[in-house]
């Protein structure tokens, strides 16, 4: 047969072949595993654009140059370049003058544009309801907190000198979406038209001024903007994208992807294993065909390229079909959300398709490939001699290789090498330690049966009589549960530490810049408004200048000071505390807490381990102080992590009580108030009128909404990982399927009656699921215990439970499972299989 009749020889005999039943398990297996790949990679991308968005509002834009010193033009004119929106701000301190009194202010000049990101919020009076604007104060008029009107005793309406200008109060300021990055603000603020900043006469030549271009638009445009910037930024200047504007939500979202990405890594893997199975049973299925066909005069490498074109006819088939049915999938799981998901959500692009359609290819081409390549070594004598077996072909090789794209497609999913890796050695190692431990218990399964009922010899006794065989179909049912068990214990757990992280009572105000003459008042105003504090802790601001008498400067280099926190830290000036006790959210990495009564020569020192990880400080460092203009020397006694996401006061530097006496400082902290109190803080401000109050009830309003989509993520992503598993499931009961038919007509036909053929299948599938899911705890545990030390950075327990659930579910699963998708060996004619078979 010449080359070119091969591929519609290869068609006639697919479509034969798909009228006869036998593609069924081997497409729907691809079907299923495509169908979930795009669905999820749909549904995940746009809910991750989705949470991104909502993220950005805290920004105000999507990008965020800012400087101390007036940025380049050629910023602007690249970013105006590639379609991006933008909008210039410039901030500052200057006093706010009214006919009787003064105070410092933060004065924040904007432009028409402002906010690219989010809304602002304001008032008509102090604690009334707010308004909703995209727009800014007009010419001539500026919006204030409403602390200030306390303040400088004065009115809406009223007129203040900025300057040398006279601008109107025309409304009180009480939410802007870039806010949250600069809670620790001791002066209130002022929100004023960039048209008016010249007639203020205040920017001079060397003023402290920051100057900040926000930037929005399309993610290519703004990644090609982004590499575009970041080698030419200056020392003082800093980019700062959705991921770093905010540490809250960079966590959340960070968090959210990887459980997303370990999803989508356990249905790829399900989806490998279930295109393995049923491909196996297919190529079996076509041993006699390829024996066949060689009788006939086909050479073996055409035989082989005939089943190989079969395969991509499949491929194309399922993968066309796949991804549209992933569209409808994803398309029908949004309507069901609608009322849940945001208005409008960004399209995810050609990437999921992509990945969808390489993740059906590489898992056809390299699982079922290699259980092909078998059918181009069958020998002609099979067509007499029934029981002779092709030898194996290297098929290790494409195995190698299809593991490596999956491993791929998994770094795409995740973002993160570690956890793909973790997944992939862990994986390996379990896979080899679970499978000789199945082995173990059916050697030690086997004698406990030899004298138990007959249904049970029936149904176990292939299991016991090749128990290797055995224990590779008890490994692949265990490695089944084990990817949905890692899957359900991440949702659970995840979603306790997000929601144990922001509970309902979060603290939702911040108050600075309270006296210590006013501590004991202060708290007992809190407690008639009836408002849970957090402690209180003394703040004076202080800038780390040395490290081991080096300049701290020398250590902060241009290249990591936008990918690194900590580094930053150390170009402002920081907010210092000093405390006797460890604060309840900080826990000791290194060195230990001083004694209340214990005493030191020398001033020590707390430092925060990610800025000490950054700087390389080490415990005996000494570090270099300059507060309120005295130069301090500290020796660090401990270094600590901190939870940053708990709205609790949080410091990088704590010092010993006592080694900055004499020092001026203010009192922090913050509390929770109902809203239903929220008017009684009206009290509070005119009880303590030097207190700053900052209001984050908003902030927790977006974080919960973002932790809102996340839970829905994961709750349905659950669902797709669930599906898949339950298709590998039945493509491992397809895969044993013509053995059991003929095991079951042979018996059938020495006279056992179909009530003991019943009970024997549920004794087999029983056993085989106790111990697939005795198995599959184990490697869950395993898979945790490394996913949680080295990947997500949190503390692993035993999960006592699905210890005693997992080993039950299962085996009732599987022993559902397994009688219904065999009953065809009670439904069928003994006489009609034999005569089938032979």
Same mark, same amino acid.
């Given at each position: ?12 005999? +697919? ?16 079907? $299923? ?119 400088? =005793? ?23 979406? =870039? ?16 048209? =008016?900043?010249?007639?203020?006469? /205040? ?15 399309? !993610? ?60 196996? #049973?297919? *190529? ?38 796949? %991804? ?10 949004? +309507? ?60 290790? +090789? ?115 810049? %309270? ?20 402690? +209180? ?26 990918? =690194? ?73 401990? $270094? ?63 974080? #919960?909404? %973002? ?70 705890? $184990? ?9 949680? #030390? ?14 005693? *659930? ?7 699963? /599987? ?16 006489? !009609? ?6």
């Amino acid at each position: 047969m010449s080359r070119a009749n091969l591929p519609l020889l290869a068609w006639r005999l +697919l479509r034969r072949e798909w009228r006869a039943g036998e593609l069924g398990v081997l497409l729907s297996a691809l079907l $299923i595993a495509v169908t979930i790949s795009t669905a999820i990679s749909l549904f995940t991308q746009r809910l991750e654009h989705s949470m991104t968005d909502r993220a950005a509002e805290f920004l105000g834009a999507d990008l965020v140059v800012s400087s101390r010193s007036p940025l380049p033009a050629s910023y602007e004119e690249h970013a105006k370049a590639r379609g991006l929106q933008l909008s210039r701000q410039v901030e500052f301190s200057s006093v706010m003058a009214s006919d009787t009194q003064m105070q410092l202010s933060s004065v924040k000049a904007v432009d028409s544009a402002y906010p690219l990101r989010g809304e602002l919020r304001i008032s008509a009076a102090a604690f009334a309801e707010e308004r909703r604007t995209s727009e800014i104060p007009p010419q001539g008029e500026i919006w204030i907190e409403p602390r200030l009107l306390n303040q400088l =005793d004065i009115q809406i309406g009223d007129t203040l000198e900025v300057g040398y200008a006279n601008l109107r109060v025309s409304a009180l300021l009480t939410h802007e979406p =870039d806010r949250a990055s600069d809670f620790y603000s001791l002066t209130p603020r002022v929100l004023m038209n960039l048209e =008016d900043l010249d007639a203020t006469g /205040i920017v001079q030549p060397g003023s402290r001024v920051s100057y900040r271009l926000l930037l929005s638009g399309e !993610r290519a445009a703004l990644k090609t903007y982004r590499e575009w910037i970041e080698p030419i930024l200056e020392v003082n200047q800093r980019l700062t994208g959705v991921d770093d504007g905010n540490r809250q939500v960079g966590n959340a979202l960070s968090r959210a992807n990887q459980f997303l990405g370990l999803a989508s890594i356990a249905a790829i893997i399900l989806a490998g294993v279930a295109v393995a199975l049923s491909s196996g #049973r297919f *190529a079996v299925r076509h041993f006699d065909t390829s024996a066949l066909l060689r009788c006939m005069g086909l050479q073996r490498r055409q035989v082989l390229m005939l089943f190989t074109l079969q395969l991509l006819y499949i491929g194309v088939l399922a993968t066309v079909a796949g %991804i549209a049915l992933g569209l409808l999938v994803q398309w029908g799981l949004l +309507l069901l959300l609608s009322d849940l998901l945001p208005p409008t959500l960004p399209d995810a692009g050609l990437l999921p398709l992509a990945v969808g359609a390489a993740t059906g290819f590489s898992a056809l081409l390299g699982f079922a490939l290699p259980p092909l390549l078998r059918l181009g070594r069958v020998a002609p004598l099979r067509v007499l001699r029934r029981d002779l077996e092709p030898m194996p072909g290297s098929s290790w +090789l494409i195995y190698g290789l299809a593991l490596g794209v999956l491993s791929l497609l998994m770094w795409q999913f995740t973002g993160d090498l570690r956890i793909t890796l973790a997944m992939l050695f862990g994986g390996a190692v379990a896979a080899l330690l679970l499978g000789c431990l199945a082995w173990l218990l059916l050697r030690a399964v086997a004698g406990r049966l030899r004298d138990a009922g007959l249904a049970w010899r029936l149904g176990n006794g292939e299991l016991l009589k090749r128990p290797a065989a055995a224990a590779t179909q008890i490994l692949s049912f265990g490695l089944i549960f084990m990817c949905m068990l890692v899957v359900l214990i991440l949702r659970t757990e995840l979603l306790s530490s997000w929601q144990s992280q922001l509970p309902e009572d979060a603290p939702n105000h911040f108050v600075l810049n %309270i006296l210590p003459s006013e501590q004991d008042t202060f708290n007992e105003a809190l407690a008639q408004i009836g408002a849970r504090s957090a402690p +209180l802790y003394p703040v004076t601001p202080g800038r780390l200048v040395s490290i081991n008498n080096e300049p701290v400067r020398a250590d902060v280099s241009k290249e990591n000071r936008n990918r =690194d926190r900590g580094t930053r830290a150390v170009n402002r000036d920081l907010s210092l505390t000093w405390s006797a006790h460890l604060p309840a959210d900080n826990a000791l990495r290194e060195g230990r807490w001083w004694s209340a009564t214990e005493q030191s020569g020398s001033a020590r020192v707390s430092i925060e381990a990610e800025l000490a990880d950054s700087l390389g400080v080490k415990l005996g460092d000494t570090l270099g102080f300059v507060i309120e203009g005295r130069e301090l020397s500290a020796q660090v006694s401990s $270094i600590r992590t901190v939870e940053w996401d708990n709205f609790t006061p949080n410091f990088y530097m704590i010092f010993a009580p006592g080694d900055l006496a004499g020092l001026p400082a203010t009192l922090l902290t913050s509390f929770y108030l109902p809203a239903a109190q929220r008017d009684q803080l009206r009290q509070l401000n005119r009880q303590f009128p030097a207190m700053t109050l900052l209001e984050v009830e908003p902030l927790l309003e977006q974080i #919960r909404g %973002i932790l809102k989509q996340v839970t829905l993520a994961v709750e349905y992503v659950l669902l797709f990982v669930l599906l898949a598993g339950l298709t590998v499931l039945f493509a491992a009961l397809q895969a044993t399927l013509d053995e059991r038919l003929h095991q079951g007509a042979l018996l059938r036909t020495l006279g056992a009656g179909r009530s003991l053929l019943r009970r024997a299948s549920w004794m087999e599938f029983l056993l085989l699921g106790l111990l697939a899911g005795l198995l599959a705890v $184990i490697a869950a545990e395993l898979a945790t215990w490394a996913l949680y #030390r080295f990947a997500l950075n949190l503390d692993w327990a035993p999960h006592l439970l699905f210890w005693l *659930a997992t080993p039950a579910s299962a085996a009732v699963l /599987i022993g559902c499972a397994g009688v219904w998708g065999t009953r065809a060996v009670l439904q069928q004619s003994p006489m !009609r299989l034999i005569n089938r078979s032979s």
